[in-house]
């Protein structure tokens, strides 16, 4: 009985979040980039760990809680860092088409760029051999993009398409572009 109660609270979660995450799409993400289809996301690993998280920290609450101190105050942070994971995973987003980009974060507002905003692009290497693409518009702000994430390499590619076209450069004239390496972008500040 326990386990099956287990069970149904697990799936009333995942069906929960499933039904936010649509809900979250469909009240605050309508411009055209959007609209597009194109993307760049989060891993869903990290709305997984989230769900799993929240879940955790219900069941510590819910467990025995006012018996024991530990539970109530583990429980409270693992619920808020489960919490924090989903929120994390459902606001951040690049969105794009074919002139313009969309970049989206919790807590600030939405920031529409045109391709030839990429001033230039910094690449590093992090724990376990994911890489991060940096990249710097003229602005100020930047955009890291893991290697991790869905969709990055198609919307590089389409960016420098888009910043070649925009700056009217001829993509076979960029000595710097070359995707194997990971390199889409001049890495100089002085571009």
């Not at 936010?20 to 980039?33: M, P, T």
């Not at 690449?123 to 602005?139: A, F, K, N, P, R």
């Not at 076209?165 to 076979?172: C, L, V």
């Amino acid at each position: 009985m326990y386990i099956a109660l287990i069970l149904v609270l697990a799936a009333a979660t995942f069906g929960l979040c499933y039904l936010l995450d649509k809900g979250f799409q469909k009240l605050f993400r309508g411009k055209r980039q959007h609209r597009s289809g194109l993307s760049v996301r989060l891993n869903k690993m990290y709305s997984i760990a989230g769900v799993v998280l929240t879940f955790l920290g219900i069941c510590s609450l819910l467990s025995g809680a006012a018996e024991r101190g530990a539970l109530l105050y583990g429980g409270i942070v693992v619920l808020v860092l489960g919490i924090g994971l989903c929120v994390y995973h459902l606001s951040f987003g690049v969105f794009y088409d074919r002139d313009t980009f969309l970049f989206t974060r919790f807590g600030k507002k939405d920031l529409t760029y045109r391709y030839e905003d990429i001033r230039c692009q910094k690449l590093y290497v992090i724990t376990g051999g994911s890489l991060v693409v940096e990249l710097h518009l003229e602005d100020g702000n930047t955009v890291s993009l893991q290697s991790t994430m869905n969709g990055v390499y198609p919307f590089l590619d389409t960016a420098f398409h888009g910043w070649c076209r925009q700056k009217g450069i001829d993509p076979a004239g960029c000595p710097f572009h070359d995707p194997e390496n990971h390199l889409w972008f001049p890495t100089g500040e002085d571009t």
